[in-house]
């Protein structure tokens, strides 16, 4: 056998064996999407390491790197990077989220960088064109900045802040 198919053969096993591990409450290592369902794994799954999503993908949660064009959690607290064109997490995520269009339907602590980032209870900073917060503690930066409960101001310009 030539070096290049041993090669090939060795990194398509171990490939295997990482996926097939049996992980405890159905974390995975990895996940690789398409667009739901279409994806390594379902969606009730949460992935701790690295999940890519070409167009869609859609799990419980993600700590690690979350990589795509829609990244898209549900009912577990996320923890890591998120780079993409679409960012929604529907519950809470601490780290980085940098995707065109954040949005954090639970509480967000970290940084959301983008054109458009919203965070139901912000605790960070926000920097992009267009910035809202239900609840903030922290500081916006951008053409538009809302805080819609005990901001310095409900709507700002430039920045906007609550501490």
């Not at 295997?16 to 999407?33: F, N, V, Y």
């Not at 799990?59 to 990244?71: A, C, K, P, Q």
């Not at 239900?134 to 538009?144: P, Y």
């Not at 805080?147 to 409900?154: D, L, N, V, W, Y």
Request: hydrophobic residues 40%.
């Amino acid at each position: 056998m030539s070096k290049k198919y041993c090669g090939a053969l060795l990194g398509l096993t171990v490939l295997t064996l990482i996926i097939s591990i049996p992980c405890q409450a159905q974390e995975r290592p990895i996940q690789l999407s398409l667009v739901t369902p279409i994806q390594l794994f379902p969606e009730d799954n949460s992935i701790k390491g690295v999940r890519i999503n070409l167009i869609y993908g859609r799990n419980v949660s993600i700590t690690g790197l979350d990589w795509g064009l829609v990244n898209h959690t549900t009912t577990g607290k996320s923890k890591g990077v998120q780079f993409g064109f679409v960012g929604l997490s529907d519950s809470d995520f601490l780290g980085w989220q940098d995707n065109s269009v954040n949005v954090t339907r639970g509480k967000f602590e970290g940084f959301q960088s983008g054109i458009f980032n919203h965070a139901k209870d912000m605790s960070g900073v926000q920097l992009g064109l267009v910035n809202c917060a239900q609840i903030m503690n922290g500081l916006q930066i951008g053409l538009v900045n809302i805080i819609r409960q005990e901001g310095a101001f409900p709507v700002f310009p430039i920045v906007n802040w609550s501490f």
